[in-house]
């Protein structure tokens, strides 16, 4: 069974953005951002123009852009079902080349999961691919205070 993918209605060209995916009824994902035009059939999170955290089953991460996965440990996933990821959060920082995702599990600490740096050289789109399960985004968001910028 195939991932099914879908972009976000509004691309992002400037400026820091953020929002969060609930992912706790989900068993395999890709969340991140895109460039709108893929070539071929070609999954996006295998494109050269994607940029998406991954968790495939049984539960392992990676980072995944040009092709290249980077294997992500989640210390609190691993440790317990009570502590699994449940909400992912999402940052943006456009100009800056920068894509942060987040443990969002509780309002009062993010804690860093991995961090993308890069150039983006025209407008990116939410992404979103599922292969079992559901995801609820939630937009309009404020950027959180307690986030800090980690690098790979």
Known sequence: MNFATVLGDSSITQGKTYWEVSVNRSMEY???VAYKHMQGSRTLADEQNSW?????????FSAIHKNSK???????????KALKLARVGILLDYER???????????????HIYTFRT????????????RHGKL???TG????????WKTK
């Open 136 to 138: 609820q985004v939630m």
């Open 119 to 130: 150039f983006f050289n025209r407008p990116v789109w939410p992404m979103l691919s599922l």
């Open 52 to 60: 998406t955290l991954c968790l495939t089953y049984p539960d392992r």
């Open 141 to 148: 968001l404020g950027i959180p205070r307690n986030l800090v």
């Open 30 to 32: 890709k969340i991140g």
């Open 70 to 80: 980077d294997f992500v440990f989640i210390p609190s996933h691993a440790a317990s």
């Open 97 to 111: 080349g920068r894509l942060a995702f987040y443990n969002a599990n509780t309002p009062a600490e993010k804690r």
